[in-house]
């Protein structure tokens, strides 16, 4: 057994790799969001559609998360994060996007330059998730919530800061935030970061602090994962825009919006993941997608009348976001016959593929110009976590007798 100073140290170290590995998920995933909030400034220099620059960002996402699916089959073993330093280049790509020269060729080489940084997107998820394994020290719905929420902020994050700079100092300033990729790259290298290859099914001994998460079915619990990741990207891709071009607020506060949904977000998935044990994970998944049908509409009704609608965005963050994190933390533990980084990919990686897919659909018809607009299909948001809901609330029923909470 480990003595207390040991213990100690191998806690604190176990914590500084994981926020360096929070940190990288954070970067690749700004370089996702980075896009959402120039659709119109990139239309007006470029020329083109709106529904062309919505399947350019859509393309990234769908490529930066459909590939993770074939990237959870690789199996690094242990070694050094060398995976990681890569992923982060291929996804410092998508700075490129919106500065590729004008003409016919422009759509064809962002698509080409948004799969290529997918690539890198789609590698570090299950590789990172990966990496967590060897946290034994944290409890794992803790480290997961962490390390997949604080990607989503980094995602609703690199909304802000792309608009926040395209405001004032255009289209060329994204590349400045090529900066972050040798700073993550850094920091997984100075922690001793490792790729772990653990058990497909993680065993949990008694003193796990998830020992009492229920074994559920994977198939609801990517349904759970999927319904809240098409109601993020419905809002992430359509928001900013929404605040910008029809309500007519500025392109930066457009991009803090979505920022906050993003912080509201990590601060729900660090506190839930931390209570989760206590609280009951399943009675979180049930009372939660509810919550973000109240704040998502109570938002969507009073922000055509004042910023101060905006704590209501951080609130349906807080709540409804918090499914995913803790959906991905008991497709660990899952009833399934899928490995786990297949397992992890799915959670991670095909509900936001589903989520892009989705937005392939909607984005002809919300064109403002040729279609009815963005508002009314901002209230597939809501929809979305109402059939999470009952997803989860039918799958509670179903595992009742066997999943009942330790008082």
């Not at 009675?283 to 009073?302: H, K, M, S």
């Not at 509900?351 to 508002?375: E, N, Y």
């Not at 299909?377 to 179903?398: D, E, I, S």
Request: proline share 7%; hydrophobic share 50%; with cysteine.
């Amino acid at each position: 057994m480990d003595s207390g100073p040991n213990r100690k140290r191998e806690v604190i170290r176990q914590w500084q790799q994981l926020m360096a590995l929070t940190f990288a998920h954070t970067v690749v995933d700004l370089f996702v969001g980075m896009l959402t909030p120039l659709l119109i400034p990139m239309q007006n220099w470029y020329g083109v559609s709106l529904s062309a620059l919505i399947f350019v960002v859509t393309m990234k996402g769908f490529s930066s998360n459909v590939l993770q699916i074939p990237c959870g089959l690789i199996r690094p073993g242990k070694g050094k994060p060398h995976l990681i330093a890569i992923a982060l280049v291929f996804a410092g790509c998508a700075t490129w996007i919106p500065n590729l020269p004008r003409g016919r060729m422009a759509i064809p080489l962002m698509i080409l330059c948004a799969i290529v940084a997918g690539f890198g997107t789609a590698l570090l998820h299950p590789i990172g998730l990966r990496a967590l394994q060897g946290l034994d020290r944290i409890a794992s719905s803790l480290s997961t919530s962490i390390f997949m929420v604080a990607g989503f902020s980094g995602f609703a994050g690199g909304a802000w800061l792309s608009a926040t700079l395209v405001q004032h100092f255009g289209l060329s300033s994204v590349f400045l935030l090529c900066t972050l990729v040798p700073l993550a790259a850094a920091a997984v290298y100075a922690t001793g970061v490792r790729l772990h290859l653990d058990n497909e099914h993680p065993v949990r001994s008694p003193s796990d602090p998830n020992a009492a998460f229920p074994k559920l079915p994977f198939v609801p619990l990517f349904l759970l994962a999927s319904f809240t990741a098409t109601s993020s990207q419905i809002q992430s891709v359509l928001l900013p825009s929404y605040l910008h071009d029809t309500v007519g607020y500025s392109l930066s506060f457009s991009g803090f919006s979505f920022a906050m949904y993003g912080i509201g977000s990590m601060i729900g998935a660090v506190v839930w993941g931390a209570a989760a044990s206590r609280a009951g994970i399943v009675r979180l998944l049930t009372v939660f997608p509810f919550l973000g049908v109240l704040f998502t509409t109570l938002y969507l009704w009073a922000i055509p009348h004042g910023r101060w609608a905006t704590p209501l965005l951080a609130m349906a963050g807080f709540t409804a976001y918090t499914v995913f994190p803790l959906s991905i933390t008991l497709a660990r533990y899952s009833a399934s016959r899928l490995p786990l980084g297949v397992r992890m990919g799915l959670m991670s990686g095909g509900s936001w593929s589903l989520a892009a897919m989705s937005m392939w659909v909607i984005s002809p018809f919300a064109d403002p110009q040729q279609g009815i607009g963005f508002r009314p299909f901002l209230h597939l948001v809501w929809v979305g976590y109402l059939v999470a809901g009952c997803v989860a609330f039918g799958t509670a029923r179903a595992a009742a007798p066997r999943t009942e909470h330790k008082a």
